[in-house]
């Protein structure tokens, strides 16, 4: 039962990160920009004598080490590979590191953004006013009150039914 609940709880997580968070598509981008730098890379260097990079599975694996680790990788040997291949480092490195901070901030503060806590923070502001109201407001505070409660009770009566 436990072990149930908790991979209920774990595809929910991972629904609420690919849909309400920009993780799925950063990481997308991320691997598309990953196989054309490193094509690029791939390309610049093929040709070059004594080149670290001497096959498009060395350049992906240049990729990953290049934006992974800062730079630390094989440095190519030619002028167009190097572009590529820091112009990847910076690109890499702010879509990779971006796609966490990202998706960590935004899942977090999603509960913050629904319009029933809004609502709720807005009430309790507004109840912390309460002794600068006038005696309307006060009686204007109490039958909003009273239709809320009317309200509260009417979809209790539609869910018990429905």
Do not use: C
Not at 20 to 29: A, D, E, W
């Amino acid at each position: 039962m436990r072990r149930a609940n908790s991979r209920t709880r774990f595809k929910r997580f991972l629904k609420d990160v690919s849909v309400h968070t920009p993780f799925t598509k950063l990481v997308l981008l991320l691997i598309l920009l990953w196989l054309l730098f490193s094509a690029g890379i791939y390309l610049a260097e093929k040709n070059v004598e004594g080149a670290a990079i001497n096959s498009y599975g060395e350049a992906l694996y240049w990729g990953v080490a290049a934006f992974s680790t800062a730079g630390i990788a094989d440095m190519p040997t030619s002028g167009l590979a190097l572009l590529f291949g820091g112009l990847w480092i910076v690109v890499g490195s702010v879509l990779f590191f971006g796609a966490i901070v990202a998706t960590v901030t935004t899942y977090f503060m999603r509960p913050m953004q629904r319009p029933h806590k809004k609502i709720i923070d807005t009430i309790e502001y507004n109840l912390e006013q309460l002794n600068d109201l006038t005696v309307d407001e006060l009686d204007l505070l109490k039958e909003t009150v009273d239709t809320l409660i009317v309200h509260v009770e009417h979809l209790k009566k539609k869910q018990t039914r429905g």
